[in-house]
């Protein structure tokens, strides 16, 4: 297996105690790599490392090394060609104040392209991944705003894959939205890890059993289990503060 990204040694702070402890992690390319673990155990700063948003913190220490197919991706100045390597959806959806076929084409026009059947491509490609187009392909042009919030947050992915990510980050992408969508969304990134390796936070361990390859538990800032998901929800953990999280013994 391909080693992805391969993350060594990594505290973090903001300032006071470390909230991930000489954390060690290997991501293989092309799998469902599901986190979970109780509040505050340092998931979602975890993600924010993989591609720097760690660093909109001012008061963030970040020490370790985080490798990108072997290379170090902190040791760039520019972050925006990373961002763009490592996609993140985050908890809540964010669209921009525009419509929606201009929030999905954003990206690709920042970067340069100017080919409108491109855009228009790239644009109904990313809608159809993200489960939206047959919802919103006769009103592209109307205000991205006036959606649904499930429907944000599934134009947030789409957003996120118009970048063409290798990496795709997503933190409690189902928090907002209704059970059938998130069905609709889990369908989606079953298809997309043939494409890309994504890495998942979720409060919702049945979530992390259906659609990782392997899940990590995270406490304290530390990986207290990582195994496959047929080893780790079959009873075969380190821990066995593993087993009563996902036994909903705490948490
Ligand atoms: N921007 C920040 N500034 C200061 N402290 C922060 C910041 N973001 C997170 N923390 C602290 O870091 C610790 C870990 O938070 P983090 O959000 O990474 O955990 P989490 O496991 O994702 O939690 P949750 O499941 O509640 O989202 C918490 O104690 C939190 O208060």
């Excluded at 909230?19 to 509040?39: F, M």
């Excluded at 919030?149 to 933190?171: F, K, N, Y």
Aim: aromatic letters at 4%; one cysteine or more; charged letters at 25%.
């Amino acid at each position: 297996m391909i080693k992805k990204i391969q993350i060594k040694g990594l505290t973090v702070n903001y300032g006071q105690q470390d909230v991930i402890s000489d954390l060690n992690l290997d991501i293989y390319q092309n799998e469902v790599l599901a986190i979970i673990g109780p509040a505050n155990s340092g998931k979602s700063s975890l993600l924010r490392c993989l591609n720097r948003m760690v660093e909109f913190n001012p008061h963030a220490n970040v020490k370790g090394e985080i490798l990108l197919d072997n290379e170090n991706i902190y040791q760039d100045e520019d972050s925006t060609f990373l961002r763009r390597r490592i996609g993140m959806v985050s908890p809540l959806p964010v669209g921009l104040p525009m419509s929606i076929k201009d929030n999905v084409t954003y990206a690709p026009r920042m970067a340069g392209c100017k080919d409108q059947a491109e855009l228009d491509y790239i644009m109904e490609d990313c809608l159809r991944k993200a489960a939206l187009w047959d919802e919103v392909k006769d009103r592209l042009d109307g205000l991205a705003t006036k959606l649904s919030g499930g429907q944000q947050q599934r134009l947030t992915i789409a957003r996120a894959l118009s970048h063409h990510p290798e990496v795709l980050c997503l933190d409690e992408f189902s928090i907002a939205i209704d059970p059938v969508t998130t069905m609709k969304i889990e369908a989606v990134l079953q298809e997309l890890k043939k494409q890309m390796t994504i890495v998942m936070v979720t409060n919702v361990i049945s979530q992390a059993r259906r659609l990782g390859d392997r899940t990590a538990m995270m406490l304290h800032g530390k990986i207290l289990d990582l195994d496959t998901n047929e080893n780790l929800f079959n009873g075969k953990v380190k821990d066995s503060r593993t087993q009563d999280y996902i036994e909903g013994l705490f948490g």
